[in-house]
């Protein structure tokens, strides 16, 4: 499997990074080396092995249901560039 | 699902009328979660708080934090599946749904794909002419909510409001088996019922408790393949879904029989104006890049979890009905209603128990109670009317205290707050049932005085039109004892006295 620029330019959209057009060869190339290292370990028979979601060995605590929050807005807002009525302002979003 | 072309679909007697096309319908149901916290943090779930006083530093994706999931998120999605019949799996891996929008701190949603909670199941609807049908359920998955986007204007910005991000929820995803709108209205109906009862979900649709995205595509009745579909998104009311619905079906055949395409898209519906637009073209958005959340660990469900939360399932609505209507005698129909929704069974079950009249009971509870609640817009478990008390009135109709007539008239009160209990009502207002012989013969004679023309009219027409002629005077007779009077001695009296 490889990758060439057009289609490093659609992931880096949708990761919303942005790569100059001058970067987009050498990181295609960069990134199909990684690839040629998982086509590697692909080779690797795993007919038997249970696939792995997570790489410890064990299973998720879960919590009770008590409301352990108390409000924090202010605190948590005094990192937001623009706050009004207690809401978050971004820039203009429409579907 | 494959796609098929207008020219494939044309046929001799193109253009088809509406009643060679079929409708195909799948849904894909959010249930808000009736938990007390987020899924995966500990701060509060109350709806209708001050904007982003309940979004934590998890629910808003700030560095350094690390979900905790909650086991109650767990245990109700668990029972959703126990109450469709479908198997649970036991080991549950959260997934990270990436893309990119304001109200999504994270930058993904974390959900589930390969592996979902509850397996396939399926859900038996009710139609109007009584026949029923099987609607199955593909899957049901575990996952968070968004916040909210406001887009009022604040100065040319977006106004994001996170106390909804991280709030747990189950999407149901069905098959495409209903056929038109009012299986899909039957089975949403069914399904708020199924999750009231339960007992996971408020089912408050309004405040967004329950949104139905309805998948639709038509095609032409015999042909196997389906038609391109489209998805109609977060539709939050019955009504507004079988309109989404019933328009989104026209404007494809239309569109077809035109020579057009129908696009896979989403669409949006807006009931307030009865309009329907599309949103985005699904192509690039599609790419979620779905990947095991590495924050969070397999959640494994032990049989004990299994066994414990089956114990505590409640009675189902179907299994409800069939006792209300073999064990109490009530008609299917209104068994149906009954049966629907959990606050409202609970309080017709308290009301004939108390009461020992179950079909006074379910008439006074599908009646005056729901016709009341109605008018003000309020749920039953808000009526002013308890099921006690309900119950009290309920004996002294029975009991022959009381005219039916008076007896709205005592509902009426009660519902006012104007005393405690039926007995305060009809001590206080006088309104015990006449029966006294006398005080009713006094009372007719003054009617009989009063429309004497209307006498004479009465002697002088044949018998046989006597017996219609007659409601006239029990109506003035039963109006001078304002309601009080026994109908059935009124009658008798008057019978005789004009018969005379």
Known sequence: ?????????????????????????????????????????????????????????????????????????????????????GLFLVPKVIE | MSQTTPSQLKTDNWPLSTDQWETVIGLEIHVQLATKTKIFSGASTAFGAEPNTQACAV????????????????????????????EINKVN???????????????????????????????????????????????????EDAGKSLHEDYHGMSGIDLNRAG??????????????????????K????????????DGEMSQGSMRFDVNVSVRPKGQKELGTRTETKNLNSFKFMEAAILKEVERQIDLIEDGGDVIQETRLYNGDTDEARSMRSKEEANDYRYFPCPDLLPVLIE???????????????????????????????DAEILSGDQATAAFF??????????????????????????????????????????????????????????AKQVFEALWKGDGKNADEIIEKQDLRKVTDTDAIESMIDEVLVANAQ??????????????????????????????????????????EKLDA
């Open chain 2, 59 to 86: 629910d808003l994706g700030l560095p350094g934090v690390l979900p905790v999931v909650n086991e109650e998120a767990i245990n109700m999605a668990i029972k959703f599946g126990l109450g469709i019949d479908a």
């Open chain 2, 303 to 333: 049989d004990s979890r299994l066994e414990k939360l089956r114990a505590e399932m409640p009675e189902m609505p179907d299994a409800k009905k069939a006792r209300f209507v073999s064990d109490l005698g009530l008609s299917e129909v």
């Open chain 2, 93 to 143: 891996v959260f997934e990270r749904k990436n893309y990119f929008y304001p109200d999504l701190p994270k930058g993904y949603q974390t959900t589930q794909l390969e592996k979902p909670i509850v397996g396939a199941g399926h859900v038996e609807i009710t139609l109007k002419d009584g026949s029923t049908k099987t609607v199955r359920i593909h899957h049901a998955h575990l996952e």
């Open chain 1, 1 to 85: 499997m490889a990758v060439d620029a057009s289609e490093i330019q659609k992931v880096a959209n949708l990761a919303r990074l942005s790569i100059d057009e001058s970067q987009l060869e050498t990181t295609a190339d960069t990134i199909n080396r990684i690839l040629e290292l998982v086509d590697q370990m692909q080779m690797v028979k795993t007919d038997h092995v249970e696939p792995l979601a997570h790489p410890l060995d064990a299973t998720q605590r879960l919590r009770k249901d008590v409301v352990s929050e108390e409000n924090n807005r202010e605190q948590l807002q005094s990192c937001a560039p623009v706050v009004e009525d």
């Open chain 2, 349 to 406: 079950e308290t009301a004939a128990n108390i009461s020992g009249d179950a079909r006074l009971a379910s008439n006074w509870v599908l009646g005056e109670v729901s016709k009341s609640l109605n008018a003000n817009s309020i749920g039953i478990s808000e009526s002013p009317v308890t099921a006690d008390m309900l119950a009290g009135l309920i004996t002294r109709i029975k009991d022959n205290t009381i005219t039916g007539k008076v």
């Open chain 2, 454 to 495: 209307q006498v004479e009219n009465y002697r002088a027409a044949p018998p046989e039109k006597r017996s219609k002629m007659i409601g006239f005077f029990v109506g003035q007779a039963m109006r001078a004892s304002k309601g009080k009077a026994d109908p059935g001695m009124v009658n008798q009296m008057l019978k």
């Open chain 2, 190 to 201: 069914k399904l708020h019922s199924i999750v009231t009862t339960l007992g996971i979900c």
């Open chain 2, 167 to 188: 709030t747990p929820l189950i999407e149901i995803v069905t098959e495409p088996d209903m056929r038109n709108a009012e299986e899909a209205v039957a089975f949403a």
